[in-house]
């Protein structure tokens, strides 16, 4: 205890020593403060788990945060019918994720209807225009039925439940429906050949087929592919091949994917049998042309 005394009696009797010590405790006394202030608005060290929110509503989501002062914040809506309205689908970060207290939660809800759109009129289009009226109107094609024409690909008529589409109409449809394409084709019409759908969402190798002239098939479903994040799979395998050629109207069936690797090899052997496929038809026509 003398020691310490005597300490710091001679520490005030020197300035010099003095002043540097007193700088010593002033940057050790900030660094402290600079320190604990850091920890209270980083929270370090308030890790907490972000609990699975599917199938909540928004208000039970908040009660359910609340223990880890998460913040949901509603950032998308979808339309699913398989889920009741209100509750939530998806959400970011998702279940299990570690995050410190107040971390804003992402989520998307499902709506409780449908939006309806105007069905636009494209009888008398291209199929190629009247499929862009409808994409642009939020819409699809159900259904591609050919009959003998003058014209091909011309719209002659377009149905949507049984009920015809005419001009002034004003029928309207739940957004993403689809509509009857009733499709002329002349007597010299010739078989198409298949777009490439591998490496493509469902969406565009619907667009794809539509605008060549083909109907949707059968749609498969790899395992892990749902409703929620179909959006994300891509086509990894079609029926019949690319390049293939078949008549109007045909279904072609196809495979999604979430598996990248699965979708690369898909898209390697697409781009073989379109080579393999463009050959055989080349030669067929160059046998044909051969004949005496």
Same mark, same amino acid.
Request: charged share 20%; net charge negative.
């Given at each position: 205890m003398d020691y310490l005394i005597n300490l710091v009696r001679k520490i005030n009797a020197n300035p010099i020593t003095r002043n540097l010590v007193l700088a010593a405790c002033a940057i050790l006394v900030f660094v402290f403060v600079v320190n604990l202030m850091l920890n209270l608005f980083t929270r370090h060290g308030q890790v907490h788990e972000v609990p699975d929110l599917s199938g909540l509503s928004v208000e039970e989501a908040v009660h359910a945060g609340k223990g880890a002062s998460l913040r949901i914040e509603i950032n998308d809506s979808l339309y699913v019918p398989a889920y009741p309205? *209100?509750?939530?689908?998806?959400?970011? @970060?998702s279940p299990g994720a570690k995050v410190k207290s107040g971390r804003r939660v992402f989520v998307t809800i499902n709506s409780f209807n449908q939006k309806m759109v105007p069905i636009p009129y494209v009888t008398g289009y291209s199929l190629r225009q009247a499929k862009n009226?409808?994409?642009?109107?939020?819409?699809?094609?159900?259904?591609?039925?050919?009959?003998?024409?003058?014209?091909?690909?011309?719209?002659?008529?377009e149905r949507y439940n049984g009920k015809l589409i005419s001009a002034g109409s004003q029928l309207e449809a739940e957004i993403?429906?689809?509509?009857?394409?009733?499709? *002329?084709?002349?007597?010299?019409?010739? @078989?198409?050949?298949?777009?490439?759908?591998v490496g493509f969402s469902a969406r565009e190798a619907k667009s794809r087929l539509w605008e060549a002239g083909f109907n949707v098939g059968k749609i498969s479903y790899d395992e892990g592919v749902t409703l929620l994040n179909e959006k994300d799979a891509r086509v990894r395998a079609q029926s019949p091949g690319v390049s293939t050629r078949h008549e109007y109207g045909t279904a072609v069936n196809f495979t999604l994917s979430l598996d990248e690797d699965q979708i690369e090899k898909g898209r390697t052997a697409a781009e073989r049998a379109a080579k393999a496929a463009a050959k055989a038809y080349a030669d067929s026509v160059t046998k044909g042309v051969q004949k005496p």
């Open positions: 309205g *209100g509750v939530i689908l998806e959400q970011n @970060p009226n409808l994409e642009m109107a939020g819409l699809g094609i159900d259904k591609l039925i050919y009959r003998s024409d003058l014209a091909t690909n011309y719209v002659l008529e993403g429906s689809g509509i009857t394409l009733i499709v *002329g084709k002349g007597g010299d019409a010739e @078989p198409q050949s298949v777009p490439r759908l």
